[in-house]
């Protein structure tokens, strides 16, 4: 059974970071897709970034490129989002997620997911 928790929200001021931090476990880690999510109020889950098995190709949302960086640390089974320069709009329910199946693309539809960080930014 494979488990993703998320820790590292909270609350910022506008211009502020955050560093999301999303522990996994269950399999082994350096063979699956990473990927962030979030949802604002009111909002449809939406897409933020994702992150290869090697952690040498990432993709991210036209909305955060430049401001936010997804890593991982595969020998801590770890996948982190450095959040920069964060803005009102940013606020959300940041999900992390993981592939089904090892060396393919992260499909939200068939990910496994966390229980989810709330980020809250004040202007």
């Known amino acids: 059974q494979v488990q993703l928790v998320e820790s590292g929200g909270g609350l910022v001021q506008a211009g502020g970071s955050l560093r999301l931090s999303c522990a996994a476990n269950?399999?082994?880690?350096?063979?699956?897709?990473m990927g962030w999510f979030r949802q604002p109020p009111g909002k449809e889950r939406e897409f933020v970034a994702t992150i290869n098995g090697s952690g040498g190709r990432a993709e991210y949302a036209d909305s955060v490129q430049g401001r936010f960086t997804i890593s991982r640390e595969n020998a801590k089974n770890t996948a982190y989002l450095q959040m920069n320069s964060l803005k009102p709009e940013d606020t959300a329910v940041y999900y992390c997620?993981?592939?089904?199946?090892?060396?393919?693309?992260?499909?939200?539809?068939?990910?496994?997911w966390g229980q989810g960080t709330q980020v809250t930014v004040s202007s």
């Open positions: 997620a993981t592939s089904r199946i090892a060396f393919t693309p992260l499909s939200a539809s068939t990910a496994y």
């Open positions: 269950g399999r082994t880690f350096s063979r699956y897709t």
